[in-house]
Antibody, heavy 119, light 107 residues
């Protein structure tokens, strides 16, 4: 079974750094894209960016370029989303998603990681 | 490019729900639909306009015509209450775009 399992909830202070993870299983990690989607409280879905672990090709949404860093470690089938300096406005649920190829849907989705940034 | 969904749709149990997703020159783009129940992650329900994802009941179907794609849920059940999002890929940029979501309420 294809699964994406994300790291647990985080509570951080503004200015702190954070790296959340998404561990994949049930398929060949290097040959599928892994993306990240943000959902702010009570709001819709926003695409942040995507990485192809096979060659580390990364594409960011213009809205998130420079605000976050996406990476992956093929040796442990894990993708990451990180912030160097969190803001209160980064408080949201973050989902990792898998995509096969251009134009394909996101399937499956990780269970989500809730990030709370508060002083 | 903007995808427009109605904020809410209400339907009685056993009836048919239709959730629309519109955009300019829509017919050239394939649409994917996701269901998000309260407190859960989204799941794929319909992909490439009409294909039903695995483990999704046959009551769910979709089509894309002109400038509007439609998710149809037949014989609606209480368990279908959820937010539904459409999604397309922007041609040329490899950037996905989500609709704003539609909250389906079963009366």
């Amino acid at each position: 079974e294809v699964q994406l399992v994300q790291s647990g909830s985080e509570v951080k202070k503004p200015g702190e750094s954070l790296k959340i993870s998404c561990e994949a299983s049930g398929y060949r990690f290097s040959t599928y894209w892994i993306g990240w989607v943000r959902q702010m409280p009570g709001k819709g879905l926003e695409w942040m960016g995507i990485i192809y672990p096979g060659d580390s090709d990364i594409r960011y949404s213009p809205s998130f370029q420079g605000q976050v860093t996406i990476s992956a470690d093929k040796s442990i089938n894990t993708a990451y989303l990180q912030w160097s300096s969190l803001k209160a406005s980064d408080s949201a649920m973050y989902y990792c998603v898998r995509r096969s190829a251009t134009s394909d849907p996101f399937d499956p989705w990780g269970q989500g990681t809730l990030v709370t940034v508060s002083s | 490019y903007v995808l427009t969904q109605p904020p809410s749709v209400s339907v009685a149990p056993g009836k048919t729900a239709r959730i629309t997703c519109g955009g300019n020159n829509f017919g050239s783009r394939s649409v994917h639909w996701y269901q998000q129940k309260p407190g859960q992650a989204p799941i794929l329900v319909i992909y490439y306009d009409t294909d039903r994802a695995s483990r999704i009941p046959e009551r769910f179907s979709g089509y894309n015509s002109g400038n509007t794609a439609t998710l149809i849920i037949s014989r609606v059940e209480a368990g279908d209450e959820a937010d539904y999002y459409c999604q397309v890929w922007n041609s040329g940029s490899d950037h996905p775009l989500f609709g704003g979501g539609t909250k389906l309420t079963v009366l």
